[in-house]
T-cell receptor, first 118, second 110 residues
Framework: GAVVSQHPSWVICKSGTSVKIECRSLDFQATTMFWYRQFPKQSLMLMATSNEGSKATYEQGVEKDKFLINHASLTLSTLTVTSAHPEDSSFYIC??????????????FGSGTRLTVV | SQQGEEDPQALSIQEGENATMNCSYKTSINNLQWYRQNSGRGLVHLILIRSNEREKHSGRLRVTLDTSKKSSSLLITASRAADTASYFCASNQAGTALIFGKGTTLSVSS
């Protein structure tokens, strides 16, 4: 079945540095990928929609210059948290939509990345 | 853009009891899905119900969908300690991102 690999699973970085999170669809092509953020004891909030070969669409309140998204191929999207601060500490999860909609539910999630900014 | 509201926010039951969680959404949907998330972990897809379906079963799970009320329920029968987790509904319109509800935290004690 459809598999999405997200890397790294956890990362600790110093305040002011940048962190890149990768999301790869391993056995299918994903024209669209989604990035979510989840703070402790809260739900998943959609940050942005990433389309292969075009600019990402960001949700209201999400700073596009801070959360850089690149979707250069049908199997890879990256989220870079630039100049990270402690308030960016969160659980980031990607989701990919099977371009042929072959999976039972069409969306496959990565296992998430726990970012801690110190 | 949070769409779903879930009820209750937290639920504590004993093993063997049934657990019912409700979810409401705001706009028309293509389908609605339920996910489970263990503390600090990724999502596990449980079940999908399409907008033209009213009820669906999968093992100990039963999901209903009422599009007139824009609501869904998830019933877990004969709960086990291993069912302890957070449960989220998520819905979408065709081709758009899944929007998650606020979630219900289920605690099953043995």
């Amino acid at each position: 079945g459809a598999v999405v690999s997200q890397h790294p699973s956890w990362v600790i970085c110093k305040s002011g540095t940048s962190v890149k999170i990768e999301c790869r669809s391993l056995d299918f092509q994903a024209t669209t990928m989604f990035w979510y953020r989840q703070f402790p004891k809260q739900s998943l909030m959609l940050m942005a929609t990433s389309n292969e070969g075009s600019k990402a669409t960001y949700e209201q309140g999400v700073e596009k210059d801070k959360f850089l998204i690149n979707h250069a191929s049908l199997t890879l999207s990256t989220l870079t948290v630039t100049s990270a601060h402690p308030e960016d500490s969160s659980f980031y999860i990607c989701s990919a939509r099977d371009v042929e909609w072959q999976s039972n539910y069409g969306y496959t999630f990565g296992s998430g990345t726990r970012l801690t900014v110190v | 853009s949070q769409q779903g509201e879930e009820d209750p926010q937290a639920l504590s039951i004993q093993e063997g009891e049934n657990a019912t969680m409700n979810c409401s959404y705001k706009t028309s949907i293509n389908n609605l899905q339920w996910y489970r998330q263990n503390s600090g972990r990724g999502l596990v897809h449980l079940i999908l119900i399409r907008s033209n379906e009213r009820e669906k079963h999968s093992g100990r799970l039963r999901v209903t969908l009422d599009t007139s009320k824009k609501s869904s329920s998830l019933l877990i029968t004969a709960s086990r300690a291993a069912d302890t987790a957070s449960y989220f509904c998520a819905s979408n319109q065709a081709g758009t991102a899944l929007i998650f509800g606020k979630g219900t935290t289920l605690s099953v004690s043995s």
